[in-house]
């Protein structure tokens, strides 16, 4: 059985910082892509970032770009997500996802709040 668990997530002011984790379970992160993704309150669940199987390739929403850095450790089968300079309109749900093809996700955590002060 595949479980993703995040961590890390929490109450910080703007302009703060905050990493979160997932770890996996069941299932080995080398043979997976993992995204982040986030939903806030009343909109749609979005796309944040993601990283290629060995971590060589990202990808990230404008809206976070050159603030976020999605990084990952398959020997710890882990992804992180360490997010600086947050805004108020970062608050979300934080979700990972893990997909063994190539812009599939066939795996989901069950979410970390994070909540961004002003």
């Known amino acids: 059985q595949v479980q993703l668990v995040e961590s890390g997530g929490g109450l910080v002011q703007a302009g703060g910082s905050l990493r979160l984790s997932c770890a996996a379970s069941?299932?080995?992160?080398?043979?997976?892509?993992n995204g982040w993704f986030r939903q806030a309150p009343g909109k749609e669940r979005e796309f944040v970032a993601q990283?290629?199987?060995?971590?060589?390739?990202?990808v990230y929403a404008d809206s976070v770009k050159g603030r976020f850095t999605i990084s990952k450790d398959n020997a710890k089968n882990t992804v992180y997500l360490q997010m600086h300079s947050l805004k108020p309109e970062d608050t979300a749900v934080y979700y990972c996802?893990?997909?063994?093809?190539?812009?599939?996700?066939?795996?989901w955590g069950q979410g970390t709040q994070v909540t961004v002060s002003s």
């Open positions: 996802a893990a997909g063994v093809s190539s812009g599939t996700y066939n795996f």
């Open positions: 069941g299932i080995s992160f080398s043979f997976t892509e």
């Open positions: 990283i290629s199987r060995f971590g060589a390739s990202t």
